[in-house]
C-alpha cells in the first residue's frame, strides 16, 4: 500500500525535516505532491475520475502588516479543485503562511491576490481564497450535520487490526435489504497518519449515499482500519470513496472530511458523484 513513498518528489519535501521559520514574503517556500502518486495506486486516471470535488482548507493564523506597519490577522479558506494536477503539501503551506508576517502588504486585496496567484501556481490550476475577520468567519460558526444524519460510532464492534483492510466491504451489504435507501452517516472516529512524519491525523468523516444499505458496524470497522494508516489527507478519502463504490456499487456517494487542525491550518478533502461544493460543518473539534 501507498507504493510512492520512496518517491522523488516525497524526498525532496521539507515535510520531516528540520527548518527555519521565514517572516519575511518568500512564495519559494510552497511545494506541491503530484496527485497522480496516490492516484496511480487506486488505478484512478486524471481525465476519468470517478468523483467531483474539492480540497477546503482553513488558515487560523494569517498575519501581516499594514502600509503602516500595522499587524493585521485574518482567517483564510482555502479551495483547491480535485481536479488540480498537485495538492499542496501543508508544511510548507504553514511555511509560506508564516513568512507573511513582517511582511507589508497595501491592502487586504492585496493579500488575498498574493494568495491566489501563489496557491495557484502550486496547485497548477486556479485556487480561491476568502478572507474573514476573525470575528466576521460565517463559515467556521458552529453547524453540525442535519438532524438525520446517523453517527455509527455506537456500534458494538470488536476490532481485531487496525491495519487498512477494504475487503471489509466484502460483506458491508450481504445482509442488507434489496430495497435503496438514501442515508447519510458519521463517524468521529476516523485516524490516520501522516505518510512522512507519522504524526497522527484526527477527523470526523461524512458519508452520505444512495443504494443498497450499507451495514454500519462493517462500515465503522472498515473506518477504524485507517488507524495505522499512512497517507495524506486527501488520499485517505479518495481512498475510501473508490473503496465504497467499488464494493458497494452506488447510485449516488459524498465522502468529506472534516480534520482537526494542525500549525493554524485544516484540511477538509470533499469527494462527490454529484455535488460540487463542500457543506458548511464543523464540530467543536474543528
Known amino acids: 500500500m501507498a507504493t510512492y513513498l520512496n518517491s522523488k518528489e516525497l524526498n525532496s519535501l521539507t515535510l520531516g525535516k528540520s527548518t527555519e521559520y521565514c517572516s519575511e514574503y518568500n512564495p519559494n517556500l510552497l511545494q506541491a505532491v503530484p496527485?497522480?502518486?496516490?492516484?496511480?495506486?487506486?488505478?484512478?486516471?486524471?481525465?476519468?475520475?470517478?468523483?467531483?470535488?474539492?480540497?477546503?482548507?482553513?488558515?487560523?493564523?494569517?498575519?501581516?502588516?499594514?502600509?503602516?506597519?500595522?499587524?493585521?490577522v485574518a482567517v483564510a479558506e482555502f479551495r483547491f479543485p480535485c481536479t488540480s494536477p498537485n495538492l499542496v503539501e501543508s508544511k510548507s503551506f504553514k511555511l509560506y503562511l508564516n513568512s507573511f508576517n513582517q511582511s507589508k502588504f497595501s491592502s487586504i486585496n492585496d493579500v488575498k491576490q498574493t494568495l491566489i496567484k501563489d496557491l495557484?501556481?502550486?496547485?497548477?490550476t486556479q485556487a480561491e481564497v476568502t478572507l474573514f475577520t476573525v470575528d466576521q468567519c460565517p463559515a467556521l460558526t458552529m453547524k453540525p450535520a442535519t438532524p438525520d444524519t446517523v453517527c455509527i460510532d455506537e456500534e458494538d464492534v470488536t476490532i481485531e487490526s487496525y491495519e487498512y483492510q477494504a475487503e471489509l466491504?466484502?460483506?458491508?451489504?450481504?445482509?442488507?435489504?434489496?430495497?435503496?435507501?438514501?442515508?447519510?452517516?458519521?463517524?468521529?472516529?476516523?485516524?490516520?497518519?501522516?505518510?512522512?512524519?507519522?504524526?497522527?491525523?484526527?477527523a470526523s468523516i461524512y458519508i452520505d449515499y444512495k443504494g443498497k444499505t450499507i451495514d454500519h458496524a462493517i462500515l465503522l470497522k472498515y473506518l477504524i482500519s485507517f488507524r495505522q494508516h499512512n497517507e495524506f489527507h486527501e488520499?485517505?478519502?479518495?481512498?475510501?470513496?473508490?473503496?465504497?463504490?467499488?464494493?458497494?456499487?452506488?447510485?449516488?456517494?459524498?465522502?468529506?472530511?472534516?480534520?482537526?487542525?494542525?500549525?493554524?491550518?485544516?484540511?477538509?478533502?470533499?469527494?462527490?458523484?454529484?455535488?460540487?461544493?463542500?457543506?458548511?460543518?464543523?464540530?467543536?473539534?474543528?
Not at 445482509?175 to 507519522?198: G, M, Q, R
Open 35 to 72: 496527485r497522480s502518486l496516490n492516484r496511480d495506486d487506486l488505478s484512478l486516471q486524471s481525465n476519468e475520475l470517478p468523483f467531483i470535488g474539492e480540497d477546503v482548507w482553513y488558515g487560523y493564523e494569517l498575519s501581516w502588516l499594514n502600509a503602516k506597519g500595522k499587524p493585521v
Open 169 to 202: 466491504l466484502n460483506k458491508a451489504q450481504a445482509n442488507s435489504p434489496t430495497d435503496n435507501v438514501a442515508e447519510k452517516l458519521v463517524s468521529h472516529l476516523l485516524k490516520s497518519n501522516c505518510l512522512i512524519t507519522n504524526q497522527p491525523d484526527w
Open 120 to 124: 495557484s501556481a502550486t496547485a497548477q
Open 235 to 286: 488520499q485517505c478519502v479518495e481512498r475510501i470513496f473508490c473503496d465504497l463504490q467499488k464494493y458497494c456499487q452506488l447510485e449516488e456517494l459524498t465522502v468529506f472530511a472534516r480534520y482537526t487542525r494542525r500549525g493554524g491550518l485544516d484540511i477538509n478533502p470533499f469527494r462527490s458523484t454529484h455535488l460540487t461544493r463542500a457543506p458548511i460543518m464543523r464540530t467543536l473539534r474543528q
